[in-house]
């Protein structure tokens, strides 16, 4: 069902020095390819320890014959490891980061961002969100229905989980310039449909935090994001976890197989 190659690639404008990306096709769906930066940044002690837009973004993939691919790399006394498995049964894959404490000393705010991104799937551009869906304040909807004008840049627009805040207002953020918008996400899945609304894409995290959705005309991507591991004491391993749904039908048919995947391995949330 999946066709999974790591490659390295340099992006124009954002990425030019280059960078690994696992390449996703599916088949029946010619001419779409989609990108998974797994990671785009790793955090430890609350900090950005490595990230694909600079130092060195080269990741050494491994496949284990089973399709199964795995990358590791040592941070100071941290191990961590990124997995991503296949599962053609669910129409999914299973992505994972593992971090381990080698050292001596607590260990704290561990974290991860993953970046899904359409940037080669035509199909599954949204020129103005559309048709990227995520259930806001209890309702699924598409995302050119919030309030992307009081942004910082209209492309970039964040979702805090429910009860995260109790601001409705938008809270512009300059540094990376995006907003955080009133809406909460009430799910962890954010997808994107084809053209047609034949086929869709989803990615969801467990332990959500947050929803990001970059629609600018040089990166298209959607993200769901996780709660930061809080500690790890010396030789502790904690794991963060993720998938990727791909189907055939619109947002409601890739809720539903998202559902029936994670009952039987995690509790969505």
């Known amino acids: 069902m999946f066709r999974i190659r790591p490659r390295d690639r340099s ?3 954002h990425r030019p020095d280059g960078c690994t990306v696992l390449t996703i096709e599916r088949h029946g769906w010619k001419g779409n390819e989609f990108g998974l930066w797994l990671p785009e940044t790793v955090v430890v002690d609350g900090e950005i320890v490595w990230c694909n837009w600079r130092g060195d973004p080269h990741q050494d993939w491994q496949e ?4 199964r691919w795995s990358w590791a790399i040592e941070l100071d006394d941290i191990e961590f490891r990124a997995m991503l498995e296949p599962d ?3 129409g999914s894959l299973w992505y994972s980061h593992h971090f381990t404490n080698c050292g001596k000393r607590p260990r704290s705010e561990f974290g991860t961002q993953t ?4 940037v080669n799937a035509p199909q599954f ?3 103005h969100g559309e048709r990227i869906w995520a259930n806001l304040d209890g309702q699924w909807t598409t995302t050119d229905q919030v309030p992307r004008s009081e942004s910082p840049d ?5 979702f805090l989980r429910e009860g995260l805040r109790s601001e409705r207002t938008v809270v ?3 540094k990376f310039p995006s907003a955080i918008v009133p809406e909460a996400a009430h799910h962890p899945l954010i997808v994107a449909e084809s053209f047609d609304g034949e086929a869709s894409v989803g990615v969801a995290c467990r332990g959500l935090k947050f929803l990001f959705n970059n629609n600018d005309c040089i990166l298209r991507c959607i993200h769901s994001e996780p709660h930061p591991i809080p500690c790890l004491d010396p030789g502790q391993t904690a794991t963060q976890e993720g998938v990727v749904v791909l189907c055939n039908g619109d947002h409601t048919v890739c809720q539903d197989q998202f559902e029936r995947a994670t009952a039987a391995r995690w509790t969505a949330g």
Do not use: A
Not at 64 to 67: E, H, L
Not at 115 to 118: I, P
């Open 88 to 90: 053609p049964e669910q």
């Open 125 to 127: 551009i949204s020129v």
């Open 115 to 118: 970046c899904f991104h359409l």
């Open 172 to 174: 512009p953020i300059t």
């Open 11 to 13: 992006y124009y404008l």
């Open 154 to 158: 209209p492309n970039r627009v964040r």
């Open 64 to 67: 284990d014959g089973d399709g």
